[in-house]
């Protein structure tokens, strides 16, 4: 993220899955996350995500939270 002046390496879907499956507590997907890569984060099982820039950096807010919602609650059953 170009927020932090030293970002984390990121783990990618992977590892993202792999800290679900094996943690007792909520694991939160952060970093990096939109429209494109949005399907992959959720099939990694994330059900707690961030997506401050995605959200922040467009003038239609309304819009883009709709469209994460639609994709969202096909895996937030």
Known sequence: TPTKEKP????GTELL????????????AIGG???KNIEAVLKA????IALVRYFMQH???R??????LETCKHYWR
């Not at 099982?45 to 707690?48: K, M, V």
């Not at 819009?63 to 994460?68: A, D, F, G, L, S």
Request: no cysteine; charged share 20%; net charge positive.
């Open 33 to 35: 996350i939109n429209e």
């Open 17 to 28: 899955q792999k800290a679900v499956t094996m943690s007792s507590i909520p694991v939160v």
């Open 8 to 11: 984390d390496p990121t783990v």
């Open 63 to 68: 819009e883009r939270i709709k469209t994460i």
């Open 59 to 61: 003038n239609n807010l």
């Open 45 to 48: 099982g994330a059900r707690n």
